[in-house]
C-alpha cells in the first residue's frame, strides 16, 4: 500500500490555491483511484450546514457567508476532525485546498495528521505578491467586490494567517513549501507542487 499523501494550502486570494488543489486531487484520482482522496474544504462544508437551515445553519449564513467573515477556529477544526473521524480510509490522501487560516488552525493540523500517522505532510505555500494578488480578485470581482473588500481580505492574510505560514516556516516538523504562484502558467506551478512532494 502506497503511503498516502497530506497537503495544506495556503496563500493570498487569488494565488490560486483551489486550482493547484484541484488539479493534484485529480492527479491523486487518476493514480490511486476515485475514492483515494479526502476532499477537505472549510466553505464546503459551511455550505452544506447552511443548506440545512437549522439553526447552526442560520448563525453560519449570518455571521460568516453574508458577513464575509473566516469561521472562528473551534469550529473549523470541529469540522475537520468530525469529517475525517467520520469519513477518512486508512489508504487516503487528504487535501485541504484553503487551510489554514490561523496559527491555531495550523497547530490542529499537524495534530491531526500525527494522530493519524500520516508522515508524507506538505504544506504547500503558494507565493504570490500583494499587487498580483489584488490585480487577479480585480479582474475576476463580481459586483459587490469592491477594492475595499478585497483590500480587507488580503490585510486578513498578513494579520491571521501569515503567523500559520511562520509557523510551519519555523517550529513545525512539517516543513513549508514555497511555490511561485506568480507564472501565468497553471500546470508549471502544478508540476512545481508535484515536484516538491515527490511526485514527478
Do not use: C
Not at 475537520?80 to 486508512?90: I, Y
Not at 490522501?93 to 493519524?116: G, N
Not at 504570490?128 to 479582474?139: I, P
Amino acid at each position: 500500500m502506497k503511503e498516502p499523501f497530506v497537503f495544506f494550502f495556503m496563500g493570498f486570494s487569488g494565488s490560486g490555491k483551489d486550482t493547484q488543489a484541484e488539479l493534484l486531487k485529480d492527479l491523486l484520482e487518476k493514480r490511486d483511484g476515485r475514492d483515494s482522496v479526502l476532499w477537505i474544504s472549510t466553505g464546503d462544508i459551511l455550505r452544506d450546514i447552511v443548506d440545512k437551515k437549522n439553526y447552526a445553519g442560520r448563525v453560519i449564513d449570518q455571521k460568516i457567508m453574508r458577513a464575509g467573515e473566516p469561521a472562528p477556529s473551534f469550529l473549523v477544526t470541529f469540522l475537520w476532525a468530525e469529517t475525517a473521524v467520520r469519513e477518512l480510509k486508512e489508504s487516503q490522501h487528504v487535501i485541504f485546498p484553503s487551510s489554514p487560516r490561523s496559527l491555531e488552525e495550523a497547530q490542529s493540523l499537524d495534530e491531526f495528521a500525527v494522530f493519524f500517522d500520516r508522515r508524507k505532510v506538505f504544506p504547500i505555500l503558494l507565493e504570490v505578491g500583494r499587487k498580483e494578488a489584488f490585480q487577479r480578485l480585480t479582474s475576476r470581482a463580481r459586483k459587490d467586490d469592491t477594492p475595499e473588500i478585497i483590500n480587507h481580505r488580503l490585510d486578513y492574510f498578513e494579520r491571521q494567517v501569515r503567523p500559520a505560514v511562520e509557523y510551519f516556516e519555523k517550529e513545525s516538523e512539517n516543513k513549508l513549501v514555497k511555490i511561485d504562484g506568480n507564472p501565468n502558467d497553471v500546470q508549471k506551478i502544478h508540476e512545481n507542487i508535484l515536484k516538491a512532494a515527490g511526485l514527478m
